[in-house]
């Protein structure tokens, strides 16, 4: 079974140094990733999905299928990065449905 | 456009009754996943329908329930309500292999 661990619940940096959240799943396939995000009082939304390999407001996050993981990484973090960021997968056989993680709150203080 | 809409958005139950959440999903997009997403523990997925029929479903008992309407919009049934049933229910509507959207979600107490 498809499985997506957060190992974090809570990473607190300043605002300048670098952040990493970290994901790692099991699937037996190959899969899709995502992360998505929930800024306060905010829906969740979708962040950046492996597939695209592109970077949204400065996140990026290279798919490493030899060691399983999907992080999330960002040079210098800004107080508006402060939310909570979900690692999601997707068999790769007809988007069929998420399997979450639970989540990591990152907290950048000025 | 408008995004994917959940009625109502708060909800009070007493434990046992039953409860229907609504959702309409983004115009065009055909598929509506469920989620349940309760106190510590993360999204877990609840149904999966597209075009009418229930392709997929978690690990939920039975008296968790759904159905989609030739419009795409979706309910999610919940009979026998208990205590653990609360939790915020999420809707989200796809397109393919576009990724999700989702609603604000229904904040659902049982007491």
């Known amino acids: 079974a498809q499985r997506v661990t957060q190992p974090e619940k809570l990473l607190s940096v300043f605002k300048g140094a670098p952040v990493e959240l970290k994901c790692n799943y099991s699937y037996s396939g190959s899969p899709e990733l995502f992360w998505y995000v929930q800024y306060s009082r905010q829906r969740l939304q979708l962040l950046l999905r492996h597939i695209s390999r592109e970077s949204i407001k400065g996140f990026t996050a290279d798919l490493n299928k030899g060691e399983t993981s999907f992080h999330l990484k960002k040079p210098f973090a800004q107080e508006e990065d402060s939310a909570m960021y979900y690692c999601a997968l997707s068999e790769n056989t007809g988007f069929q449905k998420l399997v979450f993680g639970t989540g990591t709150r990152l907290l950048v203080s000025p | 456009e408008a995004g994917v809409t959940q009625s109502p958005t708060h909800l009070i139950k007493t434990r046992g009754q039953q409860v229907t959440l609504r959702c309409s999903p983004i115009?065009?997009?055909?598929?509506v996943y469920w989620y349940q997403q309760a106190l510590g523990l993360g999204l877990q997925f609840l149904l999966w329908y597209d075009e009418g029929e229930e392709r997929n479903r978690g690990n939920f008992p039975p008296r968790f329930s759904g159905r989609q309407f030739p419009n795409y919009s979706s309910e999610l049934n919940v009979n026998a309500l208990e205590l653990e049933d609360s939790a915020l229910y999420l809707c989200?509507?796809?397109?393919?292999?576009?990724?999700?959207?989702f609603g604000s979600g229904t904040r659902l107490t049982v007491v």
């Open positions: 989200a509507s796809s397109l393919q292999n576009y990724g999700y959207t």
């Open positions: 115009s065009g997009h055909t598929s």
